[in-house]
């Protein structure tokens, strides 16, 4: 089914483009939406009227992109997290992580727009992540994980633990020796015993 975009619909087009989609798509979302129109003789006339206002709006949004892209190459994102000695983390950096610490610098990104090498980062390093913003616009931002290193003093509660339970498990074999040492003696003195009444 052909519709006519009313405004930037992601991943399928920009306003004023004619589309091929699915029916089910255009009457349960774009339609109801208002975010398309039917193909027809009397939105394609609208649409040839309004198309020169429809170019000034893509020509500001070109100029607006181009100057983000000047912005965010400027920045330099880092995080700090829990790493291993081999520099591998303990989690990963994703592009929800990317785009909650542009919001913390102002600027508004949509997730899917954010490219990680490999959709998600697990080692510590510099990585360059691609945005995509309007039309063939893009920029590469510089992105920093260093890690914390998790240092042997960590684990060694487990240890410690397996010690004392160790000691709590030879303080019974101690125990139980005892009896037995007192025993020897008794059983010892026993035949002197019989061999008086000889």
Same mark, same amino acid.
């Given at each position: 089914?052909?519709?006519?975009?009313?405004?930037?619909?992601?991943?399928?087009?920009?306003?004023?483009?004619?589309?091929?989609?699915?029916p089910?798509?255009?009457?349960n979302?774009?339609?109801?939406?208002?975010?398309?129109?039917?193909?027809?003789?009397?939105?394609l006339a609208?649409?040839?009227?309004?198309?020169?206002?429809i170019?000034?709006?893509?020509?500001?949004?070109?100029?607006?992109?181009?100057?983000?892209?000047?912005?965010?190459?400027?920045?330099?994102?880092?995080?700090s997290?829990?790493?291993?000695?081999?520099?591998?983390?303990f989690?990963?950096?994703?592009?929800?992580?990317?785009?909650?610490?542009?919001?913390?610098?102002?600027?508004?990104?949509?997730?899917?727009r954010?490219?990680i090498?490999?959709?998600?980062?697990?080692?510590?390093?510099t990585?360059?992540?691609?945005i995509?913003?309007?039309?063939?616009?893009?920029?590469?931002?510089?992105?920093?994980?260093?890690?914390?290193?998790?240092h042997?003093? &960590?684990? =060694?509660?487990?240890?410690?633990?397996?010690?004392? *339970?160790e #000691? $709590?498990? /030879? %303080? +019974? &074999?101690? =125990?139980?020796?005892?009896?037995?040492?007192?025993? *020897?003696? #008794? $059983?010892? /003195? %026993? +035949? &002197?015993?019989s061999?008086?009444?000889?």
């Amino acid at each position: 089914m052909k519709v006519i975009l009313n405004q930037d619909v992601s991943g399928l087009g920009e306003e004023g483009d004619i589309k091929e989609v699915a029916p089910g798509y255009a009457r349960n979302y774009l339609l109801p939406q208002k975010l398309a129109v039917p193909h027809t003789k009397e939105f394609l006339a609208q649409l040839e009227h309004k198309r020169a206002a429809i170019e000034k709006r893509k020509e500001g949004k070109r100029l607006e992109a181009a100057g983000l892209k000047e912005r965010l190459e400027a920045e330099e994102i880092h995080f700090s997290l829990p790493a291993g000695e081999n520099g591998k983390l303990f989690g990963s950096v994703s592009n929800v992580n990317v785009t909650t610490e542009l919001e913390k610098k102002g600027y508004t990104i949509e997730k899917k727009r954010i490219e990680i090498p490999e959709h998600t980062i697990r080692n510590t390093g510099t990585y360059k992540v691609r945005i995509r913003l309007y039309d063939k616009e893009e920029a590469t931002i510089k992105l920093v994980v260093e890690g914390i290193v998790q240092h042997a003093a &960590a684990p =060694a509660q487990p240890r410690s633990r397996g010690r004392r *339970a160790e #000691a $709590a498990h /030879e %303080a +019974p &074999a101690v =125990a139980a020796e005892a009896p037995a040492t007192a025993e *020897a003696p #008794a $059983a010892a /003195e %026993a +035949p &002197a015993a019989s061999e008086g009444e000889n």
